[in-house]
C-alpha cells in the first residue's frame, strides 16, 4: 500500500522549534518530488515548502530563513525542521508526494511557486502544529 505517515506535529510556544517527519511506504521517496503543505480554519491551503528528487528546494516567503526541507533517502523520510515558530504558523499540515521524476525547479518554477497542490499524487493524513503563548 502506498502510504505517507506523518509525525512530530504539537503545540509549541512562539520562538521555538518543531520537526516534522514524513515516512514513505509502498514506494520510493527518491524518485519524486515531495511538499509541505498546510491549512488553517478559514483559510485555502498552501504549499510551505518542497523538494526534488535532486534536492531543490523552494521555500514559501513566510517561512523563508525559519524553515528547512531536507530528504534522507537510506531512510525514505522527508523532514521539515521549522525554527523562530509564529502563531501565523499555526495549522494543519500535510506531506505529500508529487511530480515523479521531477529532478530540478526551473527559474520559472521558481518564481511562481512550484509547490502546487493538484499536481500531487499521495497524500498523509495531516499534523497539527499550534503555536501558542
Known amino acids: 500500500q502506498v502510504q505517507l505517515v506523518e509525525s512530530g506535529g504539537g503545540l509549541v510556544q512562539p520562538g521555538g522549534s518543531l520537526r516534522l517527519s514524513c515516512a514513505a511506504s509502498?514506494?520510493?521517496?527518491?524518485?519524486?518530488?515531495i511538499g509541505w503543505f498546510r491549512q488553517a480554519p478559514g483559510k485555502e491551503r498552501e504549499g510551505v515548502s518542497c523538494?526534488?528528487?535532486?534536492?531543490?528546494?523552494y521555500y514559501l516567503d513566510s517561512v523563508k530563513g525559519r524553515f528547512t526541507i531536507s530528504r534522507d533517502n537510506a531512510k525514505n523520510t522527508v523532514y521539515l525542521q521549522m525554527n523562530s515558530l509564529m502563531p501565523e504558523d499555526t495549522a494543519v499540515y500535510y506531506c505529500?508526494?508529487?511530480?515523479?521524476?521531477?529532478?530540478?525547479?526551473?527559474?520559472?518554477?521558481?518564481?511562481?511557486?512550484?509547490?502546487?497542490?493538484?499536481?500531487?499524487?499521495?497524500w498523509g493524513q495531516g499534523t497539527q502544529v499550534t503555536v501558542s503563548s
Open positions: 523538494i526534488s528528487s535532486s534536492s531543490s528546494t
Open positions: 509502498g514506494f520510493t521517496l527518491d524518485y519524486y518530488a
Open positions: 505529500a508526494a508529487g511530480p515523479p521524476g521531477k529532478t530540478r525547479y526551473s527559474d520559472y518554477e521558481l518564481l511562481t511557486g512550484p509547490c502546487r497542490s493538484y499536481e500531487y499524487n499521495y
